[in-house]
């Protein structure tokens, strides 16, 4: 120990912190794959980076020949050729075009061991590859069982025939030369999965040919510089004078690109700091147009934005120019001088989970007063510390005296004035502990930034007035002109998932639909459902458990030996589906006898797997399973008596996050979300008639009733207050539940 | 090859070597193999210490330096190139388990380097180890800052331009921290 304790702590955190070396092949590899890129020109454009790879004399040549248009034909029209290099491809993002644009000749599938990958699309353009896959049928043994652990992780690339490899960069893939038609596309494992588990080394030949002259490549227009950037609207003592354009320090609008109901904007944003500290944005950006109407926009996801950039997507029918876009920063520093305080607390021999102490005892830390309201012990070997606290303070450090957390957590209370702090060990440290709180976070007064933007030409294709695709029922417009449920339809009762009495603990509560009664189910589960004759609701405890409540007795009793979530009754109320684990999956389809008198029944054995419901008559069980990649699910149906599971249709645009399929109690149609997260689209269950029946509404939860009325939960991004919904969908009728039941429709 | 490494955790101003290589690169594409080998093992090690396999340090570590060959045209020179760099390496390893659809894990399954000039007895190999565990068991936040300064090598200046802190910020809270990490072994080993 003395040779070391000779070394300064500085040396050895030098030491502790030393990683391996590079192999020097790998160096070597990548010094040569670097050399043979092509040479780049100092004659840059700000934004896009793919003419950087064209021959400098094809850039000097455009540069010239925009700069004599600028002067011979006016900037107006330099805008319109401007837009020939830079196209808006949806699904795939922004692309050089001034090459000729390619595509996937037809999909690929190859298929081993029951698992298959199908290169879907792939779109080949002047300064990049973007490749759509995905997989089927992994099982869930395949993935670590630990979130702490990874699998693979290897990258995709394409193999040309001369043997150069194309390796996935952030955006897609490397360009593929004009003149090469072929490739091969390399899959070396499948993300995530463990070494050894599933096939590996997937290649499949892809053949690409000239885009259909009808595909959607939209015009992106540059704007440089961004029109009327200003300077916060609310700075305190800042030596800056407000108004000034600063374009370094505001909202810019950097592109536009017309889309064919609106526009996409993108631009930067760049809040300087006005006192030293961290600039923190606070709420997402928010867009008025010049009559103060809210703009409701999207995040166009195929477009990527780096630090500091940002892009949004949005309809732009009736809107009155210039749009105004503000967002709103704090700046946080630690607060000085630095302190630190020892609280003590006995937790005694054996704390347990849920246990709480009271102390509500006020302290100083750097000369600001904080009030220690309660420590509580958290299920996973932890304490959550309350803190009262002034606004201006935004965090703390907090450390208990001779104990490692091994995790961390914190978040503010909504009105400011307390913080929780999360501590988790390896083991739960008991008897009596003293609580280090220290390094104290303080946040300035929050600061808004503005920018405006207008089109740089006027359109004249958009209608004055929203017109809704055909069989679209809601859009996030429409639903501000609703009218509240009138009392014939107000005689049934909704389920919903709501914090009890707004600040209590989250569970379940039961409504009457003119929310005259409420009736509180559960404060310690989720995922409710309500037995189709609505005397009963099942839901899934803390531990997973599957509750079944008398709801007119208030009897509670568990399923023994089921475990999980995504609850569906049986039409005759005997049997509950379920999504649950086994030894070898992870989420795949089970049931249960609602008497608790038989054994769980693993109905299939794909992981990640939702419920969608039953037929009419019982004797079939729907599910999905979902693609890897993508946003697709395949759905299927079970014979309850045969034991037959048929493959019925694949959903190509639902979310990949939360389907929610959910059959309607006629068995006539599926709902389910769309792969923006917030539309709602119905098909049949044999795959026809798919439609969208809410257009980008916000929709997060939805249940059926068993008259066939479909309820939503709307949370709108950019909106103040969620809404829950009832929408008939073969009349399109739609009316705004009761305020009181504010929650997510979880049953009707 | 001969990898030059740059000078580690010093805070005196040196001679604006990266701006001259930067210069230099830009005008000449074939100089950006003099940026590459001062940078490569820093960069290659920083993203080791974020992912623990050499597989995805070797991947995010290509991933970047192709990224910043096509960027370096429109690179603006401030004194700060080093932080360019390691944002751009930030941004990459949160994508990185973003596409893993998860967040950085706090542990991280690092081995001693087998090169280490850790020195040869048990009980010090055994003290590093301790010291070892308590940096993994900061939050990433924390430990950011020590890959920073003792992985990447970056000066205080070029960390507050990374993380958008000022100077005596970042060395105020990295001092805390060894103090903190320095108290938590010495409890430790008593």
Not at chain 1, 490 to 495: D, H, V
Request: aromatic share 8%.
């Amino acid at each position: 120990m003395t040779n070391l304790n000779a070394v300064s702590f500085e040396e050895k955190m030098q030491i502790a912190a030393q990683m391996p070396q590079p192999r020097p092949e790998f160096l070597a590899n990548l010094r040569m794959q670097l050399a043979a890129q092509p040479p780049y020109t100092t004659a840059s454009r700000p934004r896009f980076e793919g003419i950087l790879r064209r021959p400098a004399w094809v850039v000097s040549m455009i540069v010239a020949l925009l700069l004599a248009a600028f002067f011979i034909i006016g900037p107006q029209r330099v805008w319109a050729a401007m837009r020939g290099l830079f196209g808006y491809i949806p699904g795939v993002g922004i692309v050089d075009q001034s090459a000729p644009i390619r595509v996937l000749a037809e999909p690929v599938s190859v298929t081993r061991d029951e698992i298959t990958l199908t290169v879907t699309s792939a779109t080949l353009a002047g300064d990049r590859t973007d490749i759509h896959y995905r997989v089927f049928g992994v099982p869930g043994s395949a993935y670590p069982a630990q979130e702490d652990a990874s699998g693979c992780s290897q990258s995709e690339y394409l193999r040309l025939a001369d043997g150069t490899q194309l390796t996935r960069m952030n955006n897609g893939f490397p360009p593929v030369p004009a003149e090469v038609n072929e490739a091969v596309f390399v899959v070396p494992c499948i993300v995530n999965t463990l070494s050894g588990s599933v096939p590996e080394n997937w290649e499949l030949p892809l053949r690409f040919v000239p885009a259909p002259p009808d595909l959607t490549v939209m015009p992106v227009i540059e704007l440089s510089p961004s029109p009327q950037a200003t300077l916060p609207t609310s700075v305190e003592n800042s030596s800056d004078t407000p108004g000034t354009p600063a374009p370094e320090s505001a909202i810019t609008v950097t592109e536009e690109i017309e889309t064919s109901d609106g526009y996409i904007l993108m631009g930067e944003f760049h809040p300087q700091a006005q006192s030293g500290g961290r600039v923190q944005q606070i709420g997402s950006l928010e867009i008025r147009d010049a009559s103060g109407k809210k703009v409701n926009y999207t995040y166009p996801p195929d477009i990527l934005t780096e630090q500091d950039r940002w892009a949004v997507q949005f309809p732009a029918t009736g809107l009155v120019y210039p749009l105004t876009m503000s967002l709103s920063t704090i700046e946080v520093h630690p607060a000085e001088p630095a302190a630190s305080t020892e609280l003590m607390f006995d937790a005694g021999p054996s704390p347990q989970p849920g246990q709480e102490w009271f102390f509500n005892q006020e302290f100083q830390l750097a000369g600001h007063t904080l009030t220690l309201v309660s420590i509580e012990v958290r299920s996973q070997n932890g304490y959550s510390f309350l803190f009262g606290a002034v606004p201006q303070v935004y965090g703390v450090g907090v450390q208990i005296s001779g104990y490692t957390a091994v995790g961390s957590g914190g978040s503010i209370g909504a009105a400011k004035n307390e913080l929780t702090v999360s501590l988790s060990y390896e083991q739960l440290p008991t008897g009596m502990l003293t609580v280090v709180v220290s390094d104290l976070l303080l946040s300035s007064d929050p600061v808004s930034w503005q920018g405006q933007w207008s089109p740089a030409t006027p359109r004249s294709d958009l209608p004055d007035v929203p017109t809704p695709q055909p069989g679209v029922c809601l859009t996030i417009d429409s639903v501000t002109q609703l009218d509240p449920l009138p009392a014939e339809l107000s005689q049934g009762t909704a389920l919903v998932y709501e914090q009890i009495d707004g600040t209590g603990p989250w569970g379940l509560v039961l409504y009457n639909l003119d929310s005259s009664q409420e009736q509180v189910v559960t404060t310690a589960g989720n995922w409710g459902a309500l037995s189709p004759d609505g005397s009963q609701a099942a839901y899934s405890g803390l531990s997973n458990e599957i509750h079944v409540v008398d709801l007119a007795l208030q009897a509670d009793k568990v399923l023994p030996g089921a475990g999980g979530f995504n609850l569906r009754w049986s039409p005759d109320g005997q049997q509950i589906a379920y999504i649950g684990s086994g030894n070898d999956t992870i989420n795949s389809v089970w049931t249960i006898s609602t008497d608790g008198a038989q054994q769980p029944r693993q109905i299939a054995e794909w992981s990640y797997a939702t419920i969608v419901g039953w037929s009419p008559d019982g004797t079939q069980l729907y599910f999905a399973v979902p693609f890897t990649g993508g946003s697709a699910w395949n759905v299927y149906s079970f014979a309850v008596e045969a034991g037959i599971t048929q493959e019925l249709f694949t959903i190509e645009n639902g979310t990949p996050k939360f389907l929610n399929p959910l059959l309607s109690p006629d068995g006539e149609w599926i709902a389910y979300r769309g792969r923006d997260n917030s539309s709602v689209y119905l098909v049949r269950p044999d795959g026809s008639d798919m439609h969208l029946l809410v257009e980008n509404a916000g929709v997060v939860a939805m249940a059926w009733s068993r008259s066939g009325w479909l309820g939503l939960t709307l949370r709108p991004a950019q909106a103040e207050q969620p809404a829950n919904v009832l929408l008939r969908p073969d009349t399109c009728e739609t009316y705004l539940l009761p305020p009181a039941l504010d929650g997510d429709l979880q049953g009707l | 090859m001969s990898i030059n490494k740059p000078n580690k955790n010093t805070d005196e101003i040196p001679p604006d070597e990266d701006g001259e290589l930067v210069r230099a690169a830009q005008k000449d594409p074939a100089a950006f193999q003099q940026l590459y080998d001062r940078w490569a093992v820093p960069i290659y090690q920083y993203f080791y210490a974020r992912t623990g396999e050499a597989a995805n340090a070797e991947d995010l570590t290509s991933q970047l330096f192709l990224s910043v060959y096509q960027a370096l045209p429109r690179y603006q020179h401030r004194g700060t190139f080093a932080a360019w760099l390691f944002t751009i390496a930030r941004n990459l390893s949160r994508d990185y388990y973003r596409k893993l659809g998860r967040e950085a894990p706090l542990y991280q399954a690092q081995q001693l380097a087998a090169d280490s000039d850790l020195p040869a007895e048990a009980a010090q190999r055994e003290e590093i180890a301790r010291l070892r565990r308590l940096i993994h068991s900061l939050p990433d936040r924390e430990q950011e800052l020590i890959r920073l300064r003792y992985v990447a090598g970056l000066t205080f200046a070029e960390m507050a331009d990374v993380l958008k802190k000022r100077k005596d910020a970042v060395k105020k809270s990295l001092y805390r921290l060894q103090a903190r990490l320095q108290g938590l072994l010495e409890q430790d080993h008593d």
